[in-house]
């Protein structure tokens, strides 16, 4: 049975990723329907005002149907204004701001930007600083700079380590590296010397073997390195490990680099300020 379609709209006088994020949360829960969503972030002039109403307005004579938008506008203008659309709108600020407005007995500034802009410098470029550790110490390179590290995640090759890194830093300026299990790494019975002095830094990524092998039959089909059985082997071999030198172990299996990040906070209680 085909899946019914509706057209989405996110429109925002900055990025839009806050409306998008929310529209993404909250569209999931209609699965029988096939969203398809368009993006118009730094609407910002009339004219681009203008010209998203008439984008909108187009949609809603093809499909037949009102297009659902999802608004972030500080200026109240604007927001009256795409209310004026043929479409379902939704204005994310205004939704939830009267509300806190009213329990705090305090005006909200409206000011553009501050969810994602660079408002504080330095948390910014901790953020980016946070990113390029994630990068120079990605697949087991620049070991020397793991004493900087935050965490450190092991694992076989494809079990989430580069996104989960990079999803971390992004978002909580964590500095965090990734080493990738090899065969040379089972030889014994310890943990790789590179990552030995690191002990409680370290936490072990795990992942279904079936889930393990769709991927990486993605990556390179047909090869040794998606073979089931070599998939079981890796997994078994590194949760082995994992276990026999207690190191905290997370499993990967169907979920997303933003629920992995939020397992690795929770079982590790490491938290920084979030960057947004």
């Given at each position: 049975?085909?899946?019914?379609?509706?057209?989405?709209?996110?429109?925002?006088?900055?990025?839009g990723?806050?409306?998008?994020?929310?529209?993404?949360?909250?569209?999931?829960?209609?699965?029988?329907?096939?969203?398809?969503?368009?993006?118009?972030?730094?609407?910002?002039?009339?004219?681009?005002?203008?010209?998203?109403?008439?984008?909108?307005?187009?949609?809603?004579?093809a499909?037949?149907?009102?297009?659902?938008?999802?608004?972030?506008?500080?200026?109240?203008?604007?927001?009256?204004?795409?209310?004026?659309?043929?479409?379902?709108?939704?204005d994310?600020?205004?939704?939830?701001?009267?509300?806190?407005?009213?329990?705090?007995?305090?005006m909200?500034?409206?000011?553009?930007?501050?969810?994602?802009?660079?408002?504080?410098?330095?948390?910014?470029?901790?953020?980016?600083?946070?990113?390029?550790?994630?990068?120079?110490?990605?697949?087991?390179?620049?070991?020397?700079a793991?004493?900087?590290?935050?965490?450190?995640?092991?694992?076989?090759?494809?079990?989430?380590?580069?996104?989960?890194?990079v999803?971390?830093?992004?978002?909580?300026?964590l500095?965090c590296?990734?080493?990738?299990?090899?065969?040379?790494d089972?030889?014994?019975?310890?943990?790789?010397?590179?990552?030995?002095?690191?002990?409680?830094?370290?936490?072990?990524?795990?992942?279904?073997?079936?889930?393990?092998?769709?991927?990486?039959?993605?990556?390179?089909?047909?090869?040794?390195?998606?073979?089931?059985?070599?998939?079981?082997?890796?997994v078994?071999?590194?949760?082995?490990?994992?276990?026999?030198?207690?190191?905290?172990?997370?499993?990967?299996?169907?979920?997303?680099?933003?629920?992995?990040?939020?397992?690795?906070?929770?079982?590790?209680?490491?938290?920084?300020?979030?960057?947004?």
């Open positions: 049975m085909a899946l019914a379609k509706r057209s989405v709209f996110i429109v925002s006088d900055r990025t990723l806050t409306a998008e994020e929310l529209a993404q949360t909250l569209l999931t829960q209609f699965p029988q329907v096939h969203f398809m969503t368009t993006v118009l972030p730094f609407v910002d002039s009339d004219h681009k005002l203008n010209e998203a109403i008439s984008q909108i307005n187009m949609i809603q004579e499909d037949g149907s009102r297009p659902i938008v999802f608004v972030t506008f500080v200026n109240a203008d604007y927001r009256k204004r795409i209310e004026q659309a043929d479409a379902l709108v939704i994310v600020f205004s939704s939830f701001l009267g509300i806190l407005s009213r329990e705090m007995n305090l909200p500034s409206w000011q553009a930007g501050f969810s994602h802009g660079v408002i504080d410098q330095g948390r910014y470029n901790s953020r980016i600083d946070a990113i390029h550790f994630a990068m120079d110490c990605d697949d087991g390179v620049n070991p020397d793991y004493d900087q590290a935050d965490l450190i995640l092991v694992g076989v090759s494809r079990s989430g380590k580069t996104p989960t890194c999803y971390l830093a992004m978002h909580f300026g500095y590296a990734n080493y990738p299990l090899t065969e040379d089972y030889l014994d019975d310890g943990l790789p010397s590179t990552l030995d002095a690191y002990r409680d830094r370290l936490v072990g990524l795990t992942i279904d073997a079936r889930r393990l092998h769709e991927i990486r039959q993605k990556r390179r089909p047909d090869s040794e390195y998606a073979k089931l059985d070599q998939c079981q082997i890796e078994r071999r590194a949760e082995d490990l994992f276990r026999h030198r207690g190191i905290l172990m997370a499993d990967t299996s169907g979920i997303s680099v933003e629920e992995i990040a939020t397992t690795l906070l929770q079982k590790t209680g490491l938290r920084r300020e979030y960057l947004g």
